[in-house]
């Protein structure tokens, strides 16, 4: 079993950082890939940033060059540092993580965290 628990979001002004954090539970927070996701009302649940368990990360297009996602193994967290904030970012976030194994896909969710970009 794995429990993620997320913090760090909020009300951001436009052109602010925030950097949500999303601590896991459980003893195989090493070999899960992790993720963040947002989901708007009405809307896809829409990958933001994942980041696999050897660090290999992607980004979706709008949020390149202005979000990082990062972890740190030994405390079982993953991050997303979210800079130049945009009001198109506004939004609910989840933290994910997951592991496939043998076509079999497991996921774990976070209980969202709602991020606000305002003046």
């Known amino acids: 079993q794995v429990q993620l628990v997320e913090s760090g979001g909020g009300l951001v002004q436009p052109g602010g950082s925030l950097r949500l954090s999303c601590a896991a539970s459980g003893s195989i927070f090493s070999i899960l890939a992790m993720g963040w996701y947002r989901q708007a009302p009405g809307k896809q649940r829409e990958l933001v940033a994942a980041?696999?368990?050897?660090?290999?990360?992607n980004y979706a297009d709008s949020v390149k060059g202005r979000f990082t996602i990062s972890r740190d193994n030994a405390k079982n967290t993953v991050y997303l540092q979210m800079n130049n904030m945009k009001p198109e970012d506004t939004t609910v976030y989840y933290c994910n993580g997951n592991r496939q194994i043998i076509g079999i896909e497991y996921d774990y969710w976070g209980q969202g965290t709602q991020v606000t970009v305002s003046s």
């Open positions: 980041i696999t368990s050897g660090g290999r990360t």
